[in-house]
């Protein structure tokens, strides 16, 4: 914008502001344009405008939109009615009627609206032309207070001033600011009010808390408003707040005196109470508000009577409280000597029985005391707690109120509910004046409270020495010092266990016995070292060093208690004076015990290091090792460990460290056992359970750890693992397998061993491990651990892997090479020649139904049924024969292993493959057993059961060849696939009956479709693509009838139904499984294959089974190169892969999978680096606030092991 007018062109000037005076200047509420809270706000303390606007006739302001926005003549709207210009208002809304005539009512920022704005300041004359121009009178502002109330709340008077005729020179010119304004008159806002009334304001509206305008009136003492509005009719003249209080209880409560009275005058109700039962007077009492409460009594008595005043005073609010009592409380010695002129009851108590002497002993004002007895108060009064005012003063320290109430005759020795006295209360208090008030008034000092506890024990409890002193000095207190409690702990116990050092100090100068025992026979030394009081310690030790062997009833010395409650800083003093490190308990625990058992690794630290027993045993042959991995303490495990501790030392139970964590499930323990260089230790003991065919097997730590951690199972196997590079022949790899934990059959041996239990000494089978020599290799025993193989194979690894369903396992390394090793020393030789010997009967089964095919007269011309069948059928060959006799001796050598592997195996035998072997043998029984000559012509039956047979003899084949390498997995992969399909034949049989239907009542003619059967079986071939539409609606013979149109649009809903959408869902099932199948289709044939193993050893013969088992395999690496041939029969299991495996020498994954991976774990670490930040510092906040408490409340912590020393003198 562009302006030549005295080239003054943006900038701002600011007219001089009106002065408001408040209806009190005594309140200091003559603002200068101040906010309610007092401060100036920049864009409402004073109103702006452009040096181009001033400096020209007021009147010929214009264009003023093109200087402000819309916005901004809504908030100069807010500000010309707050300053009060009624001629820039005037012009404005002249200039800008219609826009403006809809916005008086607008809120600002504060929600305080124009009209708001003029009666706060007491701007009549705009708060007339807002009301004339349409402004609400009831607008609702800040908290829904209205105009009226605002007025009433803040106005005052006011010196209206009016600018001069012709005085719109720039504001540049030097003019005295008496020559611009003339002061007309001065407004009050009495007026102000009374112009809203006449608007029609709403005199008994109610803001946000249910103030009136008489209540805002009242709080700001506003006689002017509170006038008017008294005055109008329809007024309610004791409405209710919130809180139940009437105006007058406002008034009372902000010492409005005058406002008080005007009430009064209108018949304001003295009596009145509020939602706490409160009357005016109780709120002027409360606030010591003499000359309101003097007038309440006064016009009370003047308007009623003096009963009405006595009835006034002596009334109760809610607590039961007078305004005698409320007034003591309050401290007024006037509004006590008014109140009791009136008659006021002296002795009169609340709901908690506390009298109004008891309030004044509170006080500590011995003129409302003296003031009370001198009325008769009673001196011995006691509250629901028993309490006298004596009681209450010694509590506050009040001297000369307990010399006068005990001089007056109140008693000192009155108990409270808690068997206090006085004494007992000043003692706790520390308040060392009121001690000595009342020991010099002869009290009696041996009192003792409920639980049996002294005066002198009370200030040893409470850490007051000087008290203490004080009761130390006194010849009456000197036998407290050996008075003991309820629990015969004696002031020094009690000091000591709250870390009191100074009580402690003076306790033992004054000859307090230091091996003095409670009821759990600790002494204060045990007590400090319980808590970790420190400094305590060494104040005991230095008095008495022999108080360090002290024990209690669990014949625990001060070390045993310190490091069973972690108290490094106390163990580490009781050292340093000479604590017995090897000294044990009743449980035959020493200190390191302890301090295993609870994880205090510092403790343990420093007792390694001082020399104690690393491996002591106690009743149960427990060692610390075996406390620490059963109670879960990680750190504290690595330590022992790490200084020697043994894992090959079993408990009572035999359990060594590392099946204790196993039972207890500490994984934490677990693996740092496992990780220890020495861990094959752990591993050579084992467990005795019942198994579950009600034999004792050897659980040891390893089928422990497959059944609970499996993941860890892997770090184990690992370790079996040993690498070795030959550096004489480049390139050249091999690796030693150990399956010493692996293979165990041989490794144990059963023996009968004593057992301690209830009833007496009884023997028990257990199992010991064989003998280690000097290069760790083992001496197996002669026969395995148990004599039913079943059960040895039942609980091979193995077995629990596949039980347990961890088939990851099962592709470690280590697995696979025994997996191998034991393949290839008999596994595979049964294997191949039980597939050679199926093979042979395949052979033969084939050969024999091909031949009976060829010259069976089922098939040939009619023959005359009466001709001799000798004669008619073909020449028996002797091919026929030798195929004859060797189906006959295949099915039943079948028959006998089968029958064989029932016996053996049990219930388990039942299965699919072995039903399938059933199938077979009986069948070709059938076939070969059956002579054709009897078989009459029509009779084709026995063809169709040899269809059967051959179909499923060649299927049952892929029962063996899933476990072949390379081969198995495609048949492992169609079963799981045929699988899938056969969860979906049921919804695949709805549609195929659904259609088949509707084509049966259609194409009834139809020779496909004629009965139900034939249907089904032809919609489920159409299914595949064979539809032969032609045939269907365009039949040969033109007799046959031809199809309507619902029958092509039933066979074209048919055609996208079932071959498109169901063929295709099948199709996608299948490929959506073939990756999740080949994923787990090795895994399955491993778990195959260590199962056909394991089968297989336990049909050799036990010295075979022991020549070729072992503990320990060399695999090397092939260098030469396969042929076609063992590139085909090779997998997993081979050596080449095997070792591939334990050297990690896998194909390099693809650069775009790498940096995923990285990213994603960049992702991961950025958001633990973030959650720690977040911790440490919410850790902080909780440390500052915690030192924040202990500086308050001068609490002295028991460890400076914490981290921070928050010792506050």
């Known amino acids: 914008m562009e302006d030549d007018t005295n080239g003054h062109v943006g900038e701002e000037i600011e007219l001089p502001t009106c002065y408001v005076m408040g209806p009190d200047d005594v309140d200091g509420e003559a603002t200068q344009n101040d906010d309610e809270d007092g401060e100036q706000d920049e864009d409402e303390s004073t109103f702006r405008l452009s040096v181009d606007q001033v400096n020209v006739p007021l009147l010929e302001v214009t264009s003023i939109s093109s200087i402000v926005s819309r916005e901004q003549k809504y908030k100069s709207l807010h500000q010309i009615c707050r300053e009060g210009y009624i001629e820039i208002l005037e012009k404005f809304a002249t200039q800008y009627k219609e826009e403006l005539l809809n916005t008086f009512n607008n809120l600002d920022e504060k929600d305080v609206s124009p009209l708001h704005y003029a009666v706060r300041y007491t701007n009549i004359d705009i708060a007339q032309f807002l009301l004339d121009m349409g402004a609400n009178p009831n607008v609702q502002g800040p908290d829904k207070m209205t105009p009226l109330q605002y007025a009433a709340r803040y106005g005052g008077k006011k010196r209206s001033r009016h600018w001069k005729k012709g005085s719109y020179r720039s504001f540049d010119e030097e003019e005295d600011e008496a020559e611009m304004f003339e002061c007309e008159k001065v407004i009050n806002v009495g007026e102000t009010v009374a112009l809203l009334i006449n608007y029609y304001a709403d005199v008994n509206a109610q803001d946000r808390y249910n103030l009136t305008a008489l209540h805002h009136a ?138 109004v002497l008891h309030c004044a002993a509170r006080t500590g004002q011995i003129e409302s005391v003296e003031l009370l007895v001198e009325h008769s108060a009673e001196v011995n009064v006691v ?52 001690v000595e008030v009342l020991i010099a008034f002869k009290t009696n000092v041996d009192l003792l409270d409920y639980d049996d506890r002294s005066c002198l024990y009370i200030a040893a409890l409470y850490n007051k020495p000087e008290v203490l002193k004080a009761l130390l000095e006194n010849d ?16 020094l116990h009690v000091a000591s266990k709250e870390g009191n050092v100074e009580i402690v100090h003076l306790l033992i100068n004054a000859g307090s016995d230091i091996d003095k025992k409670n009821e759990d026979e600790m002494t204060a030394l045990h007590l400090a070292s319980l808590n970790g009081r420190v400094k305590v310690v060494e104040e005991i030790l230095k008095s008495d060093r022999c108080a360090i062997s002290d024990i209690d009833e669990d014949s625990n010395t001060a070390l045993h208690i310190a490091c069973t409650n972690r108290r490094f800083l106390v163990s580490k003093k009781l050292l340093e004076y000479g604590a017995d490190i090897q000294s044990r308990n009743v449980k035959k625990w020493t200190p390191l015990d302890c301090a295993a058992s609870v994880g205090a690794y510092k403790c343990v630290e420093l007792l390694l290091e001082s020399g104690a027993q ?14 620490a991995s059963e109670f879960g303490h990680e750190k504290t495990v690595r330590l022992l460990l790490s200084n020697g501790a043994s894992l090959k030392m079993e408990d009572a139970f035999g359990r060594n460290a590392l099946e204790i964590a196993l039972l207890k499930k500490n994984k934490s323990v677990v693996k740092a056992l496992i990780e220890y260089p020495d861990w094959k230790n752990a591993f050579r003991t084992c467990l005795t359970p019942l198994h579950k065919l009600r034999h004792k097997v050897p659980e040891t730590p390893l089928r422990l750890l497959i059944k ?83 059960i040895v194979n039942q609980n091979h690894p193995f077995m629990i892997m596949a039980e347990e369903k961890n088939r990851d396992l099962l592709r470690h390394p280590l697995c696979l090479a025994l997996v191998r090793h034991k393949w290839r020393k008999f596994g595979r030789y049964v294997f191949y020649g039980r597939v050679f010997l199926y093979s042979l009967f395949l052979v033969f089964l084939t050969s024999y139904l091909l031949l009976e095919v060829k010259h069976s007269q089922c098939f040939g011309s009619d023959i005359d049924p009466k001709t001799d069948p000798n004669e008619l059928l073909p020449p028996q060959n002797m091919f026929k024969t030798f195929c004859h006799v ?78 072949l390498p390379y081969l198995g997995i495609y048949v492992i992969m169609f079963f799981d696939i045929l699988l899938t399909f056969i969860k979906f034949a049921l919804i695949f049989m709805v549609f195929v009956i659904a259609f088949g239907l509707g084509f049966h009542f259609l194409h009834t003619s139809h020779d496909p479709f004629q009965t139900p059967g034939d249907s089904f079986l032809k919609t489920t071939v159409m299914m595949i693509g064979e539809y032969e539409y032609v045939d269907i609606f365009f039949p040969g013979n033109e007799n046959d009838p031809k199809p309507g ?55 050799l013969p036990n010295f075979l089974r022991r020549m070729l088992s072992t503990t320990q395999e060399e695999i090397r690496q092939k260098s030469t190169s396969e042929n076609c041939l063992s590139w085909l029969l090779s997998d997993i299991m081979s050596s080449s892969n095997i070792i591939r495996n334990v050297f990690e020498f896998d194909e390099e994954p693809d650069i775009s999978d790498i940096l995923t991976q990285q990213r994603q774990t960049q992702e991961k670490i950025s958001k633990i680096e973030k959650d720690i930040k977040t911790l440490s510092s919410a850790s902080e906040d909780i440390k500052n606030i915690l030192i924040a408490i202990v500086e308050h409340n001068e609490i002295i912590l028991p460890d400076e092991e914490y981290g921070f020393n928050t010792s506050v003198s």
């Not at 209710?240 to 005058?265: C, E, F, I, M, W």
């Not at 304001?268 to 007077?281: G, H, M, Y």
């Not at 002596?314 to 409280?321: A, F, H, P, V």
């Not at 078989?935 to 084949?957: F, G, H, Y």
């Open 218 to 355: 009242a709080i700001r003492g506003n006689n002017d408003a509170a006038s008017v509005l008294l005055s109008t009719s329809g007024i309610e003249k004791e409405p209710r707040d919130l809180q139940g209080s009437t105006p007058l209880h406002l008034a009372s409560t902000y010492n409005r005196l005058d406002t008080v009275k005007l009430l009064l005058a209108n018949k304001a109700n003295p009596k009145c109470i509020d939602i706490d039962e409160r009357t005016p007077l109780h709120e002027a009492c409360q606030e010591g508000n003499v000359e309101v409460v003097n007038a309440i009594i006064s016009e009370s008595e003047a308007n009623f009577s003096t009963d009405f005043v006595k009835e006034l005073i002596q009334k109760k609010d809610g607590e039961g409280n007078t305004s005698l009592s409320i007034a003591v409380s309050s401290g007024s010695i006037k509004i006590v000597e008014l109140l009791l002129e009136y008659g006021a009851n002296v002795n009169s108590k609340n709901k908690h029985s506390v009298s």
């Open 886 to 963: 060797g189906v006959l001796i295949g099915v039943i050598l079948n028959i006998l292993a089968e029958i064989t592997e029932i016996i053996r195996t049990g219930i388990r035998y039942f299965s699919f493959d072995n039903l399938m072997d059933w199938v077979v043998c009986i069948l070709s029984l059938y076939i070969i057993s059956v002579d054709t000559i009897f078989v009459p012509e029509k009779d084709c039956s026995r063809w169709d059961v040899a269809a059967i047979l051959i179909t499923l003899a060649w299927l049952n084949l892929l029962a063996d060849i899933r476990q």
């Open 476 to 491: 009456k207190c000197n036998g407290l010092i050996s008075v003991n409690d309820l629990f015969d702990n004696l002031p």
């Open 1045 to 1099: 149109g619902m029958s092509k649009v039933f066979f074209g809903i048919f055609v996208v139904v079932m071959s498109l959408i169901v063929m295709n869902l099948l199709v996608g099932l299948a490929v959506e499984d073939i990756k999740a199948v080949q994923d787990q289709a090795v895994l399955k044939r491993l778990v195959m294959q260590a199962e056909l193993v394991l089968n297989v050893e336990r049909h």
């Open 383 to 434: 509250n629901s707690l028993i309490q006298t005012p004596v009681y209450i003063a010694a509590s506050n320290n009040n001297v000369k109120v307990i010399e006068y109430l005990v001089n007056n005759g109140c008693n000192p020795n009155i108990q409270d509910s808690n068997g206090f006295t006085p004494l007992h209360i000043a003692c706790k208090e520390g308040n060392v004046e009121a």
């Open 708 to 790: 609970t951690y499996p993941d860890l199972v892997e770090t184990v196997l690992d370790s079996c693992i040993t690498t070795v590079e030959n550096p004489e022949k480049c390139g050249e790899k091999k690796v030693i397998m150990n399956y010493e934990f692996l293979d165990d059959a041989y490794l144990w041996q059963p023996v009968e061993k004593e057992v301690k239990n209830v009833h007496g000494i009884t023997y028990d089978v257990v199992f010991e491990y064989c003998q280690v020599d000097e290069n760790a290799q083992c001496e197996p025993f002669l026969s395995t651990y148990h004599k039913n193989r079943r």
């Open 614 to 627: 690393i491996d002591p045993l106690d009743r149960s042959k427990t060692t610390p090792l075996h406390l």
